[in-house]
């Protein structure tokens, strides 16, 4: 009897203790509570122009802009959840000519609602990149960031040496986005 106890009840009940378990009231009131803070990072804009690009018919183009569709926060996830944004800009200019470039942002009734100017200075034949100190967008920036709809650049050329069809280099902007959400 004993050895049929070890073998076969004994096993049974130390088994049969697995399926006994403690439980506690669960508090679902702690949905309310749950907030996700996602931080998601991607390319804004780049571009690279080469330096005959600034001459048209052998005149040179001070200045040269560009407009392009910005409807980012169209979607109301975006729009609602968003809370910080930022922006990081590089420039390497190859040309021996400085250059002002302007970020404007543009509302969907063409007004500007912020311009963020880039001081570029000329090649000297030493590396030339600048890495500019990041935009922060926080608050009523923030805000005012949220009714963009439209992003314009403007090149402008600083006086120098004469530009022509042959002229080597070129101005490259590369940006990036990080932006900081909250959602609960």
């Not at 009231?25 to 080469?50: H, R, S, T």
């Not at 935009?135 to 960031?145: D, G, P, S």
């Not at 009714?147 to 022509?164: C, E, H, I, R, S």
């Amino acid at each position: 009897m004993k050895l049929y106890f070890q073998n076969k009840i004994l096993p049974f009940i130390i088994f049969s203790l697995f399926f006994v378990s403690c439980s506690s009231d669960l508090n679902f009131d702690q949905v309310d509570d749950f907030k996700l803070q996602p931080v998601l990072v991607g390319n804004l804009a780049y571009f690279n122009v080469p330096a005959n690009q600034f001459v048209d018919n052998g005149v040179e183009q001070i200045i040269t802009s560009d407009v392009q569709e910005f409807d980012v926060f169209k979607e109301k996830f975006l729009r609602d959840d968003v809370v910080k944004a930022e922006f990081d800009f590089e420039i390497e200019n190859t040309i021996n000519r400085a250059f002002t470039v302007k970020l404007l942002l543009i509302s969907e009734d063409n007004k500007t609602l912020e311009t963020i100017t880039l001081l570029v200075p000329a090649y000297s034949g030493s590396s030339n990149v600048i890495k500019y100190p990041t935009e922060v967008f926080e608050n009523q920036r923030l805000a005012l960031l949220k009714q963009t709809t439209k992003a314009g650049f403007v090149l402008q050329m600083d006086a120098g040496p004469p530009l022509n069809e042959n002229s080597p280099g070129s101005l490259k902007l590369r940006s990036g986005a990080t932006v900081y959400m909250e959602i609960e």
